[in-house]
């Protein structure tokens, strides 16, 4: 019985000692337009991103990947050469993958060259 007792006042001693770290979760806190498509990310520390154009008449530059690195906020964007060159309305799928897209963020807009214009 004293062992007993001894040993559950041991693990609740450590217990309260020790603190667990929470893990922040990822966002995309802002997506616009502009020449291409830039996005501001934070806490996405070692995950892979992924910038999709998706309309019918996109000529290039339809999928940017990349991965993330250090800092805790982070722009990322299409590549400024080449770019991304379409006429009409797109659609913009901004997604943080970790395995499996884990935070995707969706937008509609009018792309005329490589500009990309009236994003909502």
């Excluded at 934070?42 to 892979?48: E, L, R, S, T, Y």
């Excluded at 940017?64 to 009409?88: C, H, K, Q, S, W």
């Excluded at 969706?106 to 214009?117: I, K, N």
Aim: hydrophobic fraction near 50%; proline fraction near 5%; include cysteine.
């Amino acid at each position: 019985m004293k062992k007993t007792i001894m040993c559950m006042l041991v693990f609740s001693l450590l217990g309260s000692c020790m603190v667990t770290q929470a893990m922040a979760s990822p966002e995309i806190t802002g997506v616009r337009g502009g020449y291409g498509v830039a996005a501001m990310v934070v806490d996405a520390d070692g995950f892979d991103w992924e910038i999709q154009l998706t309309g019918s008449h996109i000529f290039q530059g339809s999928i940017t990947e990349g991965a993330l690195a250090g800092d805790n906020t982070t722009t990322i964007r299409t590549p400024i050469f080449p770019p991304a060159l379409g006429v009409g309305k797109i659609n913009v799928t901004v997604s943080l993958i970790f395995i499996f897209p884990l935070v995707v963020e969706e937008r509609t807009a009018f792309m005329l060259g490589p500009f990309v214009l009236f994003m909502q």
